[in-house]
Structure formats: structure tokens, C-alpha cells
């Protein structure tokens, strides 16, 4: 029994795209960047706030506080499609280390249930508690948005030292990790950004990536927020836009991929 509690803003049933197999994907509140391009702008602000219901326009309050077992209650809702289909539950957000305690409590109960887990991470996080948590972590997502530290900061607000410094531990560990590059014009989607991405990974000895081409899919959202989406007229991208992109990474010995 755990009585610790968080705030989450979903739970997401049969989620095929968060990780191996059929899972159930946990949605934390919080997170320390302010990538002007997120998806998932409801997600960024710890407390509870004020929403617009995409449907019907009336006003509803995004994120609840929840307990441990609360979430493991709901989760275990759907074991049996897990064994079926190798799935699992996944911690998403928002970034589940501005909940660390929570976000760990979570995957402690999960695993004490035999429950494969996965989490959904910018790595930004002290590197003593990212080695903490991975520990109770079958499957990693995470991302890595620039490679020069001052322009990360520019955009997302904070630096990557630490995320590299993560994101290479995972690695080093041997942890079963799918590690993306948001594409996103005018910020790294150059040629000489892919050199300088594969060049860093080559030194760390990461040997794939996916990309993630630039979308609007959030745009609506920060509407429903009252918030200004600063990307509306910047032109989406898709993988052919990036086939020589990608061949740059193919071409330091990177599996790259879409």
C-alpha cells in the first residue's frame, strides 16, 4: 500500500505507441522546459489549471491529485492485456521527474505487481536521481534537442549538460532506450545540425536515433489554455523532408529511422 500522491492529467487505456505491446500510459503534471513547440501544453505547469473542454468549450480543471494506488488500482485494470501482448504501463507527462517521489512510488508498485514499465523523459533531472529511478524502468523514451548547450537553453529554457550526461548513462547501462531528435526548423534541422549530432553521439557511443519531424499537432490546445502558440506559422515537416538529414547519421554508422 502506498498513500503517496501526485498530480496526473490522464490515463490513457490501450495505448499502442508509449513502449512495447498494449499499455496503459500515466500522465504527470510539471515540467521544468517551456519547448515552445509542445504537444502537450496542459502538461507543463504542476498545479491543477483552468481548461477549456475541447469538445464542448466549457470550462474544466486539468489535473487531479492521485494517489499510488489509486494509479496502480487503474492500472491493473488491463493485466491481462498485458501478458497478451508484452505491454505494460507507461509514466509520460509533462516530465515525471518534476514528481519524483510520485513518479518512482509509481513504478515501485508497478514492478512489485509484475508489471512491465516504461517512462516518457527529457532526462533534465540531478543524475543521482535519474540513476535512482531508472532502476524500476524496463524501457526508456527520451529526446535530446540540441547539441550546443547555449542554444538548447535559448529555446527550452534550461541547458543539456545533464541530459546528455543521462541519456549516456542509459546507454552505457545497457537499458533498452528509444532516443529521438525533435527536427524542428530553423532551430537544428540544418545538415551541419545533423553533423553535429551524430558527431556527440559517435563520441558517446550511441549507435541509433529516431527523428521526430515538426508538427502542430498542440496547436489547439494552447487556445483551450489562453496561451499564445508561437509555431502556428512555421511549416510542418515530414520524413521525406529529411531524407538527407537522416543520411548524414547512416552515414557515422547510426541506425536512424522515422
Known amino acids: 500500500m502506498s498513500t503517496t500522491k501526485g498530480i496526473i492529467f490522464n490515463i490513457q487505456h490501450f495505448s499502442i505507441h508509449d513502449g512495447p505491446g498494449i499499455r496503459t500510459t500515466v500522465f504527470l503534471k510539471g515540467c521544468p522546459l517551456r ?4 504537444s502537450n501544453p496542459e502538461s507543463q505547469r504542476l ?13 474544466i480543471t486539468m ?31 509533462g516530465e515525471i521527474f518534476a514528481q519524483f517521489h510520485f513518479a518512482k512510488a509509481i513504478l515501485q508498485a508497478a514492478k512489485a505487481k509484475g508489471i512491465h514499465t516504461a517512462i516518457e523523459t527529457t532526462a533534465f533531472v540531478s543524475h543521482e536521481k535519474f540513476v535512482d529511478l531508472i532502476q524500476y524502468v524496463d524501457f526508456i523514451y527520451t529526446d535530446l534537442k540540441h547539441y550546443h548547450s547555449l542554444k538548447h537553453r535559448t529555446v527550452t529554457g534550461v541547458e543539456n549538460q545533464l541530459i546528455i550526461k543521462n541519456i549516456h548513462y542509459a546507454f552505457s547501462k545497457g537499458k533498452e532506450i528509444v532516443l529521438r531528435i525533435p527536427v524542428i526548423p530553423d532551430f537544428n534541422d540544418s545538415l551541419e545540425d545533423a553533423k553535429e549530432f551524430a558527431t556527440l553521439f559517435n563520441q558517446l557511443q550511441i549507435d541509433q536515433v529516431q527523428l521526430l519531424p515538426f508538427h502542430q499537432f498542440g496547436e489547439n490546445k494552447y487556445q483551450l489554455l489562453n496561451r499564445t502558440y508561437t509555431m ?3 511549416k510542418a515537416l515530414h520524413p521525406e523532408d529529411l531524407y538527407e538529414y537522416q543520411h548524414v547519421f547512416l552515414n557515422h554508422g547510426i541506425n536512424c529511422y522515422f
Not at 519547448?35 to 509542445?38: K, T, V
Not at 489535473?63 to 491493473?76: C, F, N, Y
Open 47 to 59: 498545479r491543477p489549471e483552468p481548461m477549456l473542454d475541447a469538445t464542448t468549450k466549457l470550462p
Open 35 to 38: 519547448c515552445p513547440w509542445c
Open 63 to 93: 489535473g487531479e491529485e492521485k494517489s499510488v494506488d489509486d494509479i496502480i488500482e487503474e492500472v491493473l485494470k488491463d493485466k491481462d492485456f498485458y501478458e497478451e501482448s508484452g505491454g505494460g504501463m507507461t509514466l509520460s507527462g
Open 232 to 234: 502556428n506559422k512555421v
